[in-house]
C-alpha cells in the first residue's frame, strides 16, 4: 500500500491549459515537499508546506497543504513545455532529520 | 558547490556479481539518504545517516544491501550478491538538519543499475 497515492499518474495537455495534480494520504504529516525530476537526473525541491491550510506561490505554480496535513494539491496555470516533468509528493511523518516517503509521482507532458 | 555526487553513473553487471554504489554528499551537511526509483514502486527511501550514525534502515530491502558512512564527506551503498530485481535507479540526497522542519533534501544525478 502506498502511503502517498498521487493522481492522475499521466497527464498530457495543451500549452496555456490549467491543471491540478493531487497528493493523498491518510496519514499526517510534519511536512510536505513537491519536487520536480527531469529523465536522468534527480528530484528538485519546489516546495515545502508545513501548516495546515497553507498555500504557496511559485510564479504559475500553487501548492496547497490540507488543513488536515494528510493531503495537498499543486495547480498549474498556463501550462508551457517547459512544465513537462515527473512531479512527486513527498512527506515527512517524524521531524525534519527524517527519511521522506514519495508517492509514485504525476508524468506531465505539456504539448506545445 | 558541486552538489552530490554520485558514482558509477551506470552500472552494468551479472547476477551474483558484488556491486558498489558511492556518494559525496555537499560539505557542510549533516544528513545523507538513500533511495531507490523503479517504475513499479516509485521512490523509497533505503536508508538515512545523521551526523554519519544509521539512524533507519528498515526500508533496506534485505541482507544483501549494506550501507556505510565512515566520514562525513563520503557513503556507500553495497549489494552482494546482486539479483535482476535490484535493477533501479539509486538515489544519494543530503541535507542541513537545522530542525525547523522546511529542509531541503539535495538529490545527485543517481546510479542507474542494471543486473543482468
Known amino acids: 500500500t502506498q502511503l502517498l497515492e498521487q493522481s492522475p499518474q499521466f497527464l498530457s495537455i495543451q500549452e496555456g491549459e490549467n491543471l491540478t495534480v493531487y497528493c493523498n494520504s491518510s496519514s499526517v504529516f510534519s511536512s510536505l515537499q513537491w519536487y520536480r525530476q527531469e529523465p536522468g537526473e534527480g528530484p528538485v525541491l519546489l516546495v515545502t508546506?508545513?501548516?495546515?491550510?497553507e498555500v504557496k506561490k511559485l510564479k504559475r505554480l500553487t501548492f496547497q497543504f490540507g488543513d488536515a496535513r494528510k493531503d495537498s494539491s499543486l495547480h498549474i496555470t498556463a501550462a508551457q513545455p517547459g512544465d513537462t516533468g515527473l512531479y512527486l509528493c513527498?512527506?515527512?511523518?517524524?521531524?525534519?532529520?527524517?527519511?521522506?516517503?514519495f508517492g509514485k509521482g504525476t508524468h506531465l507532458i505539456i504539448q506545445p | 558547490d558541486a552538489g552530490v555526487i554520485q558514482s558509477p553513473r551506470h552500472e552494468v553487471t551479472e547476477m551474483g556479481q558484488e556491486v558498489t554504489l558511492r556518494c559525496k554528499p555537499i560539505s557542510g551537511h549533516n544528513s545523507l539518504f538513500w533511495y531507490r526509483q523503479t517504475m513499479m514502486r516509485g521512490l523509497e527511501l533505503l536508508i538515512y545517516?545523521?551526523?554519519?550514525?544509521?539512524?533507519?534502515d528498515s526500508g533496506m530491502p534485505e541482507d544483501r544491501f549494506s550501507a556505510k558512512m565512515p566520514n562525513a564527506s563520503f557513503s556507500t551503498l553495497k549489494i552482494q550478491p546482486s539479483e535482476p530485481r535490484d535493477s533501479a535507479v539509486y538515489f544519494c540526497?543530503?541535507?542541513?538538519?537545522?530542525?525547523?522542519?522546511?529542509?531541503?533534501?539535495?538529490f545527485g544525478p543517481g546510479t542507474r543499475l542494471l543486473v543482468l
Open positions: 545517516f545523521n551526523n554519519n550514525v544509521p539512524i533507519d
Open positions: 513527498a512527506g515527512a511523518l517524524g521531524g525534519g532529520a527524517d527519511g521522506l516517503t
Open positions: 508546506v508545513v501548516t495546515g491550510g
Open positions: 540526497a543530503s541535507s542541513l538538519i537545522s530542525g525547523t522542519g522546511r529542509e531541503t533534501q539535495y
